[in-house]
C-alpha cells in the first residue's frame, strides 16, 4: 500500500517557468513532510521540509504548500534553471515510528534553457 | 569530508554469491537507515539501527543481514544473491534524539547488479 502518491511522474518546463509537484498522503499520523533532490549517481538530498501547523513554507526559489484537511503537500520551483534538473521526492513520517520516512514515487523534472 | 560514506560504490556479482556493502558516517548521529532503489527509483526503508539496536526491519527477505558494530557503522551484508536484488542501496543518518525532525543525510548509494 503507497502511503503518499507522487503526481506527475516527469515533468517537463522552460527556463523561468514554474514546476508544481503534487504529493497526497492517507496516514493522519504523519507530522513531518520534507522533500528531496536526487540527482544521477547521488544520493537523496534534503531540499525543503514542513510541519502540517503551518500552510506555507519558503526556502529561496522554493515553496511548499500543504493542505492539511485535504492531506495534499505540493512543491513549487520558481524561476526553475537547467541546473534544477533532477528527480524530485516527497516524504512523510510519524514520531511514533524512528521517524521512518515513506517516500513518493518520484518525479523527473527537466528544466530547458 | 564525506559525511554518509559507502563502499564499494558499484558491486556487480553473479547469482548466488555473498556479498557486503559497507556504511560510516561522520555527523555523530545516533540513527541509521539502509534504502533500496529500485529501476523505478522508488526509494524503501529497509532496516533501521540507533544506537546499534535495531528499530526498523521492514518486509526483507532474511538473506539480507545488517550489522552495527558502533554509531558511525552500519553494514548490509547478503546472502545468495538473487536477480531481484539488482537495485541501488542507499545509506542514511540522522539524530533521533535531537531537536524535531532532524532531517535523514544519505550516502550516495551502491549499485548492485547480479550476472
Known amino acids: 500500500q503507497q502511503q503518499v502518491k507522487q503526481s506527475p511522474q516527469s515533468l517537463i518546463v522552460q527556463k523561468g517557468g514554474i514546476p508544481i509537484i503534487n504529493c497526497a498522503y492517507e496516514n493522519t499520523a504523519f507530522d513531518y513532510f520534507p522533500w528531496y533532490q536526487q540527482f544521477p549517481g547521488k544520493g537523496p538530498a534534503l531540499l525543503i521540509a514542513?510541519?502540517?501547523?503551518?500552510s506555507e513554507k519558503k526556502e529561496g526559489r522554493f515553496t511548499i504548500s500543504f493542505n492539511k484537511s485535504a492531506k495534499q503537500f505540493s512543491l513549487h520551483i520558481m524561476d526553475s534553471q537547467p541546473g534544477d534538473s533532477a528527480t524530485y521526492f516527497c516524504?512523510?513520517?510519524?514520531?511514533?515510528?524512528?521517524?521512518?520516512?515513506?517516500f513518493g514515487s518520484g518525479t523527473q523534472l527537466t528544466v530547458l534553457p | 569530508d564525506t559525511a554518509v560514506s559507502q563502499t564499494p560504490k558499484y558491486l556487480v556479482t553473479q547469482m548466488g554469491n555473498d556479498k557486503s556493502i559497507k556504511c560510516e558516517q561522520n555527523?555523530?548521529?545516533?540513527?541509521m537507515y539502509w534504502y533500496k532503489q529500485d529501476s523505478k527509483k522508488f526509494l524503501k526503508i529497509m532496516f533501521s539501527?540507533?544506537?546499534?539496536?535495531?528499530?526498523i526491519n521492514e518486509t526483507v527477505p532474511n538473506r539480507f543481514s545488517p550489522k552495527s558494530p558502533d554509531k558511525a557503522h552500519l553494514n548490509l551484508h547478503i546472502n545468495s544473491l538473487e536477480l531481484g536484488d539488482s537495485a541501488v542501496y542507499f545509506c542514511a543518518s540522522s539524530q533521533l534524539g535531537g531537536s524535531y525532525n532532524q532531517p535523514q543525510h544519505f550516502g550516495d548509494g551502491t549499485r548492485l547488479s547480479i550476472l
Open positions: 555527523l555523530g548521529h545516533d540513527t
Open positions: 516524504a512523510a513520517s510519524s514520531h511514533g515510528s524512528a521517524r521512518q520516512l515513506t
Open positions: 539501527y540507533n544506537n546499534k539496536e535495531l528499530i
Open positions: 514542513i510541519r502540517p501547523d503551518v
